[in-house]
C-alpha cells in the first residue's frame, strides 16, 4: 500500500480553505445535500448522523445506494457531493485517479482505529490458522474459497489480486462476492456448523461481538500493516466546498469513533431505520453537538446548535 502522506496534505490544505464562519447565504444548489452509500453498515450509520443534523439544519439530504467505484465516478460526474466512507489505503487506486483528474477535496479524517483483513472463526484459529500463510494447509476445510463483500468493493480486488499473483498459495482459490449482509449470513451458517469459512472482516462492526472470529496475520501486502489499520476520510465533489461553505464546514468537524459506529450498526442490524438510530444516539449523546456545530448555521442563517437540539428534543 501506498502511504498516505500526501493525502494528509490535502487534508490540510482543503480544512484551510473552509471558512470560520460569516458566509453569505449559500447558493440554492446546496438546499440538497447528495451523499453515497455503498451499503456498508458503517457507512448507513454516518450516513444516518449526518441526515438527521442536516435536515434540523434545514437541509435535505439525499443518500444515493452506489457501489465504491459507482460512486466515485458520480462524484468525478458532479452528482454526488459528499462520501463519509472513504477508507485509507484500501481506496488508494480509486483516489488516485480522481486526484489526478482534480475531481475531489478531502474535508476531515472521521474515524482512526478502524481495520480490514481477512478472518476467521476462533475454532479455526484454534487449529492453527493464524496468518494467511496458514490457509493453503486447510484448503479442504475452507473449500478453497474466500468471501468477500459486493463485487468491484476495492478489498475484493485485493484478495482477487492475491489469488492472481499465487500468494500463500492460494492459486486455485476463489473470491466468492456478494453484499456484507450475504457474507455475513454465510459466516453464521458455517459457524453454527462448526466449519470452516475465510471471510472479509472489520472494525467499527457488530460481526466483532457477535462472532467469535481472529483476524489473521500477513496480510500487509495486500491490506496494509496493523491488521489493515485504516483511516476513514469524508471526501466532497471538487469545487462544493467553496459553493456550499456552510455544510461543508460541519463535514470538516463532523467526526464518529468506533463506539459509536459499533453501536448504531448494532440497532441497524436490528432493523432500526438508520436516521431514528442516530436520532437516539444523539439524545443520549448531546455532548457530541457542540464540537460538531461550531460556527455552522442553520441553512437561513440561524445558530445551528440550538436548531439541532431543538429538533432532537434536547434541553439546553
Known amino acids: 500500500m501506498t502511504s498516505t502522506t500526501p493525502f494528509r496534505a490535502i487534508l490540510a490544505a482543503s480544512l484551510m480553505a473552509i471558512p470560520a464562519g460569516g458566509w453569505a447565504d449559500e447558493a440554492a444548489s446546496c438546499a440538497t445535500i447528495r451523499l ?38 458520480s462524484m468525478k460526474n458532479k452528482e454526488i457531493d459528499v462520501f463519509l466512507g472513504n477508507w485509507m489505503p484500501a481506496q488508494n487506486a480509486f483516489i488516485e485517479d480522481l486526484k489526478s483528474a482534480d475531481a475531489i477535496e478531502v474535508l476531515n479524517k472521521n474515524l482512526t482505529g478502524a481495520k480490514f483483513t481477512l478472518a476467521v472463526p476462533s475454532y479455526m484459529a484454534e487449529k492453527g ?61 458455517e459457524e453454527k456448523a462448526g466449519k470452516g469459512i475465510v471471510f472479509l472482516a472489520w472494525a467499527p462492526h457488530p460481526m466483532n461481538e457477535q462472532y467469535k472470529i481472529e483476524y489473521l496475520s500477513g496480510g500487509d501486502e495486500y491490506f496494509g500493516p496493523d491488521y489493515g489499520g485504516a483511516e476513514v476520510y469524508t471526501l466532497a465533489r471538487k469545487g462544493w466546498p467553496e459553493l456550499c461553505p456552510n455544510a461543508a464546514r460541519l463535514f470538516t468537524q463532523m467526526t464518529f469513533d468506533i463506539g459509536m459506529e459499533n453501536t448504531l450498526m448494532g440497532e441497524i442490524l436490528a432493523g432500526t431505520d438508520p436516521q431514528e438510530a442516530a436520532r437516539g444516539w444523539l439524545k443520549a449523546n448531546p455532548e457530541k453537538l457542540a464540537p460538531w456545530l461550531d460556527g455552522v448555521t442553520t441553512l437561513d442563517g440561524q445558530p445551528g446548535e440550538p436548531a439541532v437540539k431543538a429538533a432532537l428534543g434536547i434541553k439546553g
Open 129 to 189: 490458522v493464524r496468518d494467511f500463510a496458514d490457509l493453503a494447509g486447510h484448503a479442504d476445510e475452507f473449500g478453497k474459497k474466500i468471501y468477500g463483500i459486493e463485487p468491484g468493493a476495492p478489498a475484493n480486488q485485493s484478495i482477487a489480486k492475491m489469488i492472481s499473483d499465487g500468494k500463500f498459495g492460494l492459486a486455485d482459490w476463489e473470491l466468492v462476492e456478494s453484499g456484507e449482509q450475504a457474507m455475513l449470513a454465510q459466516v453464521a451458517r
Open 36 to 73: 453515497s452509500d455503498p451499503s456498508w453498515t458503517d457507512i448507513t450509520a454516518t450516513n444516518g448522523t449526518a441526515s438527521v443534523v442536516l435536515a434540523a439544519l434545514g437541509y435535505k439530504p439525499d443518500v444515493k445506494m452506489l457501489s465504491v467505484p459507482i460512486g466515485y465516478q
